[in-house]
């Protein structure tokens, strides 16, 4: 058996969580247009027992949050979780936009892993929305830092050139055992999934402003036999957020329960029975403590 761990850096909204996803077939990771959707790093597990001539083969993938220029205590903490996966990976693979020129955030993140004694990938993303020249401008740029490996170019979306990604993160496996068994996709909890399932659809049905103040837990988490009852109590950090969440005579919340449970019923493979309440907590980003209650940063 071969395995190791492979860190997903990049920026805010370059299809980190789409690309695992991607590789995984399975959807642990949510998505969204908007940045900074991914909070705490998500732990992928991709196993083939047929490769490395039938020896098998498991790579330990790490999505981490986008790294970002921080507002609030959140922001730091978030980041903080990001630069930490550089630690103890043994490959690094920088996913950047390929719709975008290289900037100032691509420097600082270059700049951050360039001496990190890791090997590094980089996958240029996004093909499906640019042309040769675009691709080749970024490619150019990056290959001519000399501190990678190899250069990609995918479509996390589409799965273009995913496949050929892979194959390459398997040449850095090693000897090693199986860290986990090879039907697990992810080593979060099932409460964990959920709750960013519902957060997920919360980013895709708000205004800008509110999504990034949303923290969802989970309240009761009962099975059954043919159904799931799930409470969850989705916590904004002001008064007139809560309506915006609810919305007229409670139609937003209907809607993001129905999608919600949706994704929720494939993920268990049963019927699920969803209640979501919102509360008010002020400030919560800003908060030490709500920070460390809601995991986003270690005791």
Not at 22 to 46: A, H, M, V
Not at 60 to 78: Q, R, V
Not at 107 to 123: N, S
Request: charged share 30%; with cysteine; net charge negative.
């Amino acid at each position: 058996m071969k395995s190791g761990f492979v860190g997903i850096i990049g920026r805010p909204n370059v299809g980190k969580s789409t690309i695992m996803n991607n590789i995984l077939g399975e959807k642990i990771s949510i998505t969204s247009s908007k940045p900074q959707t991914t909070r705490n790093r998500i732990t992928g597990i991709y196993t083939d027992l047929e490769a490395n001539g039938g020896e098998g083969m498991q790579m330990i993938f790490l999505d981490t949050p986008g790294i970002h220029k921080p507002k609030n205590k959140l922001g730091s903490a978030i980041n903080e979780t990001a630069l930490n996966t550089f630690k103890g990976v043994d490959v690094i693979l920088l996913l950047v936009d390929g719709t975008k020129d290289f900037g100032p955030g691509d420097r600082m993140l270059v700049d951050m892993i360039k001496d990190v004694d890791t090997p590094k990938l980089l996958a240029i993303n996004k093909m499906d929305m640019i042309g040769p020249e675009q691709y080749l401008k970024l490619y150019n740029e990056y290959d001519a830092m000399g501190i990678f490996d190899d250069i990609y170019g995918t479509s996390a979306l589409k799965g273009d050139n995913v496949d050929k990604l892979v194959d390459k993160l398997s040449e850095y496996m090693i000897e090693g055992p199986m860290y986990y068994p090879e039907y697990m996709a992810t080593d979060h909890p099932e409460r964990f999934v959920v709750s960013e399932i519902i957060r997920e659809k919360l980013l895709n049905y708000l205004q800008e402003e509110v999504p990034h103040g949303i923290f969802v837990e989970i309240e009761s988490f009962e099975e059954g036999k043919n159904l799931t009852n799930i409470s969850a109590v989705i916590y904004c950090e002001k008064k007139s957020h809560k309506g915006i969440i609810i919305g007229k005579e409670g139609k937003k919340l209907k809607g993001v329960g129905k999608a919600a449970r949706l994704d929720i019923e494939a993920l268990l493979g049963t019927k699920v029975f969803l209640s979501l309440f919102v509360k008010v907590k002020e400030n919560w980003r800003d908060s030490e403590r709500s920070i460390r209650n809601f995991g986003y940063k270690d005791e």
